[in-house]
């Protein structure tokens, strides 16, 4: 096992550009606790401030939402993600973690501050940066000492450039004008439902710097995590910004390349399984739950910066049509699921009821940010639908865009008497369904599952009319 992980650490080694390589050897750093501030309390920062508070740091959280601060304190999370409660509430009662809306003692009581704030798309497409400028003025006026920053929201590349130099133009004119820092780009990886495991999993670290001494602190931080086996990539900062982008549209290019031959496998009748196996066996490593059709791409970060590389793309004037043909991709497979409960209805959905099994994007989630549900409330509601929703996790979030549906208790509740039956999230609870039960209770069997989680046979053997990607009879 230690000559796999000295392997592994020379792969690393090699990862690093030529300027860095013999600036320092990841296997002689030293685990250091750091104290840590994190600015922005959402997904990223909530889920890094108990990741790093778990692997030894002292970790403070800091949001400008108080009602949220306050909820923090009193062990209630604002998002549902397995494994976070619990982490937070440990590292809360030992002291690890703790929660403020006071930038100024946050900064105070740290040496690495993390900007984890929402870079959400704005109206041209770009990435909206209002918060995190709010972040980095806060940061000038503030600061004082040296620190290392290390931005970790999903920013447009050239970003670590613009911080520095706001930093040094407003530090000047702040009360502690000595304040230093480093600037370190430092990108996340996570996937919401699996983002604490991902944190101290199969997330790879990326740290862009210009700076040895702050990279090597960074790597410090990040130690344990690297001596567990996750892979480190340490380059320059606009390398770094590029890879989170790069690492998004790719994945979203596969799972749209992946949703177009569904399609085109329903028309010609290919069984989609047999063709991800395909797939999977032109790359070694590519496992066939990362290449499975579904109802179109949503959360939060996908859709938001495959828009944003097209925006940056079209400012530096290098067209990017593969990414380009992702979006439209996208839209046009959310509306073609929707659009197979139109024909299993004759078209006309009209006063019939239809029953929408899952809102959340995808499973273990509570997140319905570009939700593929979207769509079909949309267009169901506005035909004069009656629309009945389940979801275990994420209806509250729904009820919030579409107060018009009806949200239902269970399952069961939600198909009774439907016209047609929609499913769009994968929960396993779905996957566990009685479909003889579920045939006795509908007005009309008409299913379009829109994750391929149910077996075509026990749909047809059950009566049902249905449509799904492409899955076949299970042969
Ligand atoms: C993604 C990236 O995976 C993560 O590394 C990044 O930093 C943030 O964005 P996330 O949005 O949480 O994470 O979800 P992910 O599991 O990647 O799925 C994104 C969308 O693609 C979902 O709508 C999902 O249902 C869909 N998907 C994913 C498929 O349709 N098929 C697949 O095989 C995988």
Same mark, same amino acid.
């Given at each position: 096992?230690?000559?796999?992980?000295?392997?592994?650490? @020379?792969?690393?080694?090699?990862?690093?550009?030529?300027?860095?390589?013999?600036?320092?050897?990841? @296997?002689?750093?030293?685990?250091?606790?750091?104290?840590?501030?994190?600015?922005?309390? =959402?997904?990223?920062?909530?889920?890094?401030?108990?990741?790093?508070?778990?692997?030894?740091?002292?970790?403070?959280?800091?949001?400008?939402?108080?009602?949220?601060?306050?909820? @923090?304190?009193?062990?209630?999370?604002?998002?549902?993600?397995?494994?976070?409660?619990?982490?937070?509430?440990?590292?809360? /009662?030992?002291?690890?973690?703790?929660?403020?809306?006071?930038?100024?003692? !946050?900064?105070?009581?740290?040496?690495?501050?993390?900007?984890?704030?929402?870079?959400?798309?704005?109206?041209?497409?770009?990435?909206?940066?209002?918060?995190?400028?709010?972040?980095?003025?806060?940061?000038?006026?503030?600061?004082?000492?040296?620190?290392?920053?290390?931005?970790?929201?999903?920013?447009?590349?050239?970003?670590?450039?613009?911080?520095?130099?706001?930093?040094?133009?407003?530090?000047?004119?702040?009360?502690?004008?000595?304040?230093?820092?480093?600037?370190?780009? #430092?990108?996340?990886?996570?996937?919401?439902?699996?983002?604490?495991?991902?944190?101290?999993?199969?997330?790879?670290?990326?740290?862009?710097?210009?700076?040895?001494?702050?990279?090597?602190?960074?790597?410090?931080?990040?130690?344990?995590?690297?001596?567990?086996?996750?892979?480190?990539?340490?380059?320059?900062?606009?390398?770094?910004?590029?890879?989170?982008?790069?690492?998004?549209?790719?994945?979203?290019?596969?799972?749209?390349?992946? /949703?177009?031959?569904?399609?085109?496998?329903?028309?010609?009748?290919?069984?989609?399984? =047999?063709?991800?196996?395909?797939?999977? @066996?032109?790359?070694?490593?590519? +496992?066939?739950?990362?290449?499975? +059709?579904?109802?179109?791409?949503?959360?939060?970060?996908?859709?938001?910066?495959?828009?944003?590389?097209?925006?940056?793309?079209?400012?530096?004037?290098?067209?990017?049509?593969?990414?380009?043909?992702?979006?439209?991709?996208?839209?046009?497979?959310?509306?073609?699921?929707?659009?197979?409960?139109?024909?299993?209805?004759?078209?006309?959905?009209? =006063?019939?009821?239809?029953?929408?099994?899952?809102? !959340?994007?995808?499973?273990?989630?509570?997140?319905?940010?570009?939700?593929?549900?979207?769509?079909?409330?949309?267009?169901?509601?506005?035909?004069?639908?009656?629309?009945?929703?389940?979801?275990?996790?994420?209806?509250?979030?729904?009820?919030?865009?579409?107060?018009?549906?009806?949200?239902?208790?269970?399952?069961?509740?939600?198909?009774?008497?439907?016209?047609?039956?929609?499913?769009?999230?994968?929960?396993?609870?779905?996957?566990?369904?009685?479909?003889?039960?579920?045939?006795?209770?509908?007005?009309?069997?008409?299913?379009?599952?829109?994750? #391929?989680?149910?077996?075509?046979?026990?749909?047809?053997?059950?009566?049902?009319?249905?449509?799904?990607?492409?899955?076949?009879?299970?042969?």
């Amino acid at each position: 096992m230690k000559y796999l992980k000295k392997i592994f650490y @020379l792969i690393n080694i090699f990862c690093l550009p030529f300027h860095l390589l013999f600036s320092f050897d990841i @296997l002689q750093v030293q685990f250091a606790q750091k104290r840590i501030a994190i600015i922005g309390t =959402g997904y990223v920062g909530l889920i890094s401030g108990a990741g790093f508070a778990q692997i030894g740091h002292k970790v403070i959280c800091v949001d400008i939402d108080q009602e949220k601060i306050k909820n @923090l304190k009193q062990g209630i999370m604002p998002i549902y993600e397995e494994g976070l409660k619990e982490l937070v509430q440990k590292h809360s /009662n030992n002291g690890n973690l703790s929660f403020t809306t006071d930038i100024q003692k !946050a900064l105070d009581q740290s040496d690495i501050i993390i900007i984890a704030v929402g870079t959400p798309v704005g109206n041209d497409g770009a990435a909206s940066m209002s918060a995190f400028r709010a972040v980095v003025s806060s940061l000038a006026q503030y600061m004082s000492g040296h620190k290392i920053i290390c931005i970790k929201s999903t920013v447009p590349v050239g970003t670590n450039k613009y911080t520095v130099s706001f930093l040094q133009k407003n530090i000047k004119k702040s009360v502690n004008k000595e304040a230093t820092f480093d600037i370190i780009s #430092n990108p996340e990886f996570l996937r919401e439902g699996c983002a604490v495991k991902d944190f101290f999993g199969r997330n790879p670290i990326v740290v862009g710097g210009e700076s040895k001494k702050a990279l090597y602190e960074v790597c410090q931080m990040y130690k344990p995590l690297i001596d567990d086996g996750q892979p480190l990539i340490v380059t320059n900062p606009v390398t770094a910004e590029t890879i989170k982008y790069a690492w998004n549209t790719f994945l979203k290019v596969r799972i749209s390349y992946v /949703n177009d031959m569904a399609r085109f496998c329903c028309a010609v009748g290919a069984d989609i399984n =047999g063709i991800i196996k395909g797939i999977a @066996l032109s790359d070694f490593h590519l +496992p066939t739950e990362r290449i499975s +059709p579904g109802p179109g791409i949503g959360g939060s970060c996908f859709p938001k910066d495959a828009l944003a590389l097209i925006n940056l793309s079209r400012k530096y004037g290098v067209p990017l049509p593969m990414v380009e043909a992702t979006v439209i991709a996208n839209k046009m497979h959310k509306n073609w699921i929707v659009d197979q409960v139109y024909e299993l209805l004759d078209n006309n959905v009209t =006063g019939k009821n239809i029953a929408i099994l899952g809102v !959340a994007f995808k499973a273990n989630t509570d997140d319905v940010r570009y939700s593929p549900a979207i769509e079909a409330l949309d267009r169901f509601l506005d035909d004069g639908a009656h629309v009945r929703v389940y979801d275990p996790r994420a209806m509250s979030n729904m009820a919030v865009l579409f107060p018009d549906a009806a949200y239902c208790d269970s399952l069961y509740d939600a198909i009774c008497d439907a016209d047609a039956i929609l499913l769009l999230t994968e929960w396993n609870e779905f996957k566990q369904v009685n479909l003889e039960q579920i045939a006795k209770l509908v007005r009309q069997k008409n299913i379009v599952d829109g994750r #391929n989680i149910w077996d075509p046979d026990e749909l047809e053997r059950n009566g049902f009319a249905f449509r799904n990607l492409a899955r076949r009879s299970n042969i």
